[in-house]
């Protein structure tokens, strides 16, 4: 079965950057979207940014000119670049995977911005 495996995660100060990666066990050959999302503490989880297959993206309207969503199809990897991270960024970010009617999730990686 494939699965999503997420690195990239950290504490970092208000004003940083860090970029997450979540990588796919097998290449994709159908047709899909890949989103982030991220849960805070005590709030839902939202949707933060989603490229599909054919190099569309969308985000979250509190992240747009900060973060950018960009895929590898080489290395089944999909990265997320967060810049000038603040506070309210802190969560646990999920990568999560659409491909037909399949929903695949990764593990999830705590991002932490804090003086």
């Known amino acids: 079965q494939l699965q999503l495996v997420e690195s990239g995660g950290g504490l970092v100060q208000p004003g940083g950057s860090l970029r997450l990666s979540c990588a796919a066990s097998?290449?994709?050959?159908?047709?899909?979207?890949m989103y982030w999302h991220r849960q805070a503490p005590g709030k839902q989880r939202e949707l933060v940014a989603g490229?599909?297959?054919?190099?569309?993206?969308n985000y979250a309207d509190s992240v747009k000119g900060r973060f950018t969503i960009s895929r590898d199809n080489a290395k089944n990897t999909v990265y997320l670049q967060m810049n000038n991270l603040k506070p309210e960024d802190t969560a646990i970010y999920y990568c999560?995977?659409?491909?037909?009617?399949?929903?695949?999730w990764g593990q999830g990686t705590q991002i932490t911005v804090s003086s």
């Open positions: 999560n995977l659409k491909v037909r009617t399949m929903d695949y």
């Open positions: 490229i599909s297959s054919g190099g569309s993206t």
């Open positions: 097998e290449r994709i050959s159908s047709l899909y979207i």
